[in-house]
């Protein structure tokens, strides 16, 4: 297989930089409980989904602000770590990234941990979430340790 040009690999260094910003603007847009920068964060089509069934998901801006605004009242404070990026094309990658969620659940301090398994878009030469699936490690009160 030939060397990439230095062109070709400057370009993805920028690309994996702006998907590794993703999921820190997606913490802190959560932290900030700033909804319109959420929403923005993914394609218009752009979807979220979980493994855990008590878990809401959504599809499409509208759907992924109402599940956002319902999920704020926890005041979760997600944790990014390990970001994993794999770039299949000019427009196209996927990646993971593990999580730690520190929240406040029917009046106790909970915590979740578990990743995310992202696919990102390039839209107007902005890169986006494509679709974020979160896999729960665990999920329940924090000990009071």
Not at 43 to 60: C, I, K, M, V, Y
Request: hydrophobic share 30%; with cysteine; aromatic share 10%.
């Amino acid at each position: 297989m030939a060397d990439k040009s230095l062109e070709t690999q400057m370009q993805e260094m920028v690309d994996r930089e702006a998907i590794r910003n993703l999921p820190l603007q997606y913490c802190h847009c959560v932290w900030q409980q700033d909804l319109d920068g959420y929403v923005n964060l993914f394609t218009e089509d752009g979807s979220f989904s979980t493994d855990d069934p008590s878990l809401p998901g959504a599809q499409g801006h509208d759907g992924l602000r109402t599940m956002i605004k319902g999920g704020l009242a926890m005041q979760p404070r997600p944790f990014i770590h390990n970001h994993v990026i794999e770039l299949s094309g000019p427009d196209q990658a996927t990646g993971t990234c593990y999580v730690e969620v520190h929240m406040n659940r029917e009046g106790k301090k909970w915590e979740m941990k578990g990743w995310y398994n992202d696919e990102y878009a390039k839209v107007d030469g902005e890169w986006k979430f494509k679709s974020r699936r979160i896999t729960t490690d665990s999920f329940g009160p924090k000990d009071a340790a």
